[in-house]
């Protein structure tokens, strides 16, 4: 489904050469839920995005679904975006001033598919929140709001849904029932990958990526976070 | 539906900002209520000076002395038209209703201690009938006075009040360059009509304004109405026949007298009228121009504020058209409504203006399209810098934007 030739990006700050991206090579299956893992800084966030098509490689290949996106144009990366990524965030990302149901219709919108609002709906059935597509964002607990952004990842039917740290703003309790959706949904046959720095989250998933330092990498033994609940490296606050 | 959804949204989120929005717009308020307000105003004046024209009736020919000169260089009049020459034209030719001959200067008028200077215009009866004027008080001079060289004169309304204030001026005599005169009637007011006011003027005979008062031969002009529904060209070339023949004019030679219709008139004020509307359309222009700008400056805004959720959109599929047309949509809706309300405070104020000053106001369906159509185009206009930038955005730093 994904893979993933010698990734690199590079970033200039403040005239020093960073690099983000130093030969990453990966390739993930149909079906898997795989986890990219690495802490702050290490790279994962840019991956996403490259993954994501989001940004564009400096030199590397990334194909996906079949298809070589690593070159296409910006138009172009956006229709792959609306087609073939589903995107989940930490912080929902859902629009304000619009109902639930209207968020999850927009990428249908953007796709301009003339079944929105049945796709919607059926969207928001698979989330379980089928009765809250009236409500706006403002009026939705966290959750309800990521199983939201959720149904509107799902709902233009992607090659791959990515989460970017999907539960980073959830109580632990919400969090187990948001990882659990991901694991029924990969139940169902979908390609999922979850970006985080939480091992626990990680574990969740079929086999993780370990990213440091702009490299795939083994990740330490040994690791604190490791099954334990409310650990130290939950609390610690992501790094944008 | 996607375009539905937009309209909505933009209209949501000029509601979330009531103040921000009102004043972006109040720009676009105040330019399309000017344009309206203004052309109203220009037309209405044009209108009522087009209905004075026009109730002189357009088939007026007045015949004058051609002027003098050579090369455009025009170097004084001929003094060529006689009362003989007048008497040619209504024996000889066919269709004319009635005709004048004019003669007029201005002199010293006096009435016991009250003087004044005024035009005198030597005229027949037919005159009034002619050029539309009325008699308010006592009644015209006759045919028998113009034959006779009767001194007698009907005064203008404004005149009458100069010299007899608030007193009936019927029946009492007055000075003119030392002349006595009987006054016969007082014309109706007509109203100033800018290059000169009907009511300030003396009407006598012009047999006596001649011969009397200039000690002249000649006329000033000759007016000539045509019957209803004759044809005016045959009627002035017939006129340019006759006069040719009895001042001997040399073939190949100009005609030494011109016609003018009231045609010509109508068509020449109608040119300044319209200069002047685009004079005052220019000004509410500019106005909306400047709205125009207070609509970029909060859309520039408004684009910062939303980044983030431009970057939400574009990871969800959004191409760069797909957000250049949502903020272009929401700027062209912020101008639509300042239009829409310009619209009503212009009409408003027309009205307003029509009812508490003497200016007439028309508001005519082509100035209303004109301002909105030129907001609309403002609101586009202005919006696309906005809109580009918010096309332009990449995605990763918008999603990344607090």
């Known amino acids: 489904m994904i893979r993933a030739e010698n990734l690199v990006k590079t970033y200039v700050l403040g005239g020093q050469v960073v690099h983000a991206l130093d030969d990453v090579s990966l390739v993930i299956n149909e079906g898997e839920m795989v986890a990219i893992r690495g802490p702050s800084g290490s790279g994962k966030t840019t991956l996403m995005h490259i993954l994501g098509c989001l940004d564009r490689c400096d030199s590397g290949r990334y194909f996906l679904a079949g298809q070589d996106v690593s070159k296409l144009s910006k138009n172009a990366l956006a229709e792959v975006r609306n087609r073939r990524i589903g995107f989940v965030f930490q912080n929902f990302n859902l629009l304000p001033r619009m109902s639930a149901l209207e968020n999850v219709e927009l990428p249908l919108h953007y796709a301009g598919r003339h079944d929105a609002l049945r796709a919607a709906r059926t969207a928001m059935e698979t989330v379980g929140l089928a009765g809250r597509s009236h409500h706006e964002p403002s009026q939705l607990s966290g959750g309800q709001r990521q199983r939201v952004a959720i149904a509107r990842a799902l709902v233009t039917d992607p090659a791959i849904l990515l989460a970017d740290e999907p539960t980073g703003a959830l109580d632990s309790k919400t969090g187990e029932e948001i990882l659990a959706l991901f694991k029924s949904l990969n139940a169902q046959g979908r390609t999922i990958l979850v970006v985080t720095h939480d091992a626990q989250v990680a574990a969740h998933c079929q086999r993780e990526i370990y990213i440091h330092d702009g490299k795939i990498a083994v990740p330490p033994t040994g690791d604190p976070a490791v099954h334990q609940i409310g650990s130290e490296a939950e609390l610690l606050p992501e790094a944008v | ?402």
């Not at chain 2, 009938?129 to 060289?149: A, L, N, Q, S, Y």
């Not at chain 2, 006069?243 to 219709?261: A, E, L, S, Y």
Request: aromatic content about 8%; some cysteine; proline content about 4%.
């Open chain 2, 1 to 402: 539906m996607l375009f539905w959804m937009i309209v909505k949204v933009a209209f949501k989120s000029l509601m979330a900002n009531k103040l921000r929005s009102v004043l972006a717009m109040l720009g676009i308020i105040i330019g399309v209520a000017a344009v309206i307000a203004m052309l109203a105003i220009g037309t209405g004046a044009e209108q009522q000076i087009l209905d004075r024209i026009s109730a002189m009736g357009t088939n007026l020919l007045i015949v004058r002395p051609a002027p003098r000169g050579t090369a455009g260089v025009i170097s004084g009049t001929q003094l060529n038209l006689t009362d003989d020459d007048a008497r040619a034209i209504i024996k000889k030719i066919d269709h004319i209703h009635a005709l004048a001959p004019v003669v007029g200067r201005s002199f010293q008028i006096k009435f016991l201690n009250q003087n004044t200077n005024t035009q005198v215009l030597g005229t027949a009866p037919t005159y009034l009938p002619i050029r539309d004027f009325e008699i308010g008080t006592g009644k015209m001079f006759t045919d028998f006075d113009v034959d006779h060289w009767n001194r007698v004169a009907v005064l203008g309304p404004v005149t009458a009040a100069n010299l007899f204030g608030f007193s009936d001026p019927v029946g009492q005599t007055i000075k003119i360059n030392g002349i006595n005169f009987r006054v016969t009637g007082v014309l109706k007011s007509k109203g100033d009509e800018g290059w000169y006011n009907p009511d300030d003027q003396i009407i006598v005979p012009y047999t006596v304004a001649m011969h009397v008062l200039q000690g002249v031969t000649y006329l000033r002009e000759i007016d000539v109405q045509c019957e209803a529904g004759s044809d005016l060209d045959s009627v002035q070339s017939d006129i340019y026949a006759v006069m040719r023949q009895r001042h001997k004019t040399i073939p190949g030679m100009p005609d030494d007298v011109m016609i003018q219709n009231l045609a010509q008139y109508v068509d020449a004020f109608s040119a300044a009228a319209a200069t002047f509307t685009v004079l005052l359309g220019t000004v509410g222009g500019i106005s909306l121009l400047v709205g125009g700008i207070g609509i970029m400056n909060i859309m520039l805004v408004t684009v910062t504020e939303r980044t983030r959720e431009i970057g939400i959109r574009k990871a969800i599929g959004a191409r760069e058209f797909d957000i250049l047309s949502q903020f272009l949509i929401e700027a062209m809706l912020m101008s639509a409504v300042g239009g829409l309300s310009g619209m009503g405070l212009g009409i408003g104020a027309a009205w307003l203006v029509g009812r508490v000053s003497p200016f007439p106001t028309i508001v005519r369906f082509y100035s209303i399209v004109l301002a909105l159509v030129f907001s609309a185009a403002v609101g586009i206009f202005f919006g696309f810098y906005p809109a580009t930038r918010a096309a332009k955005l990449d995605p990763v730093e918008a999603l990344r934007y607090e």
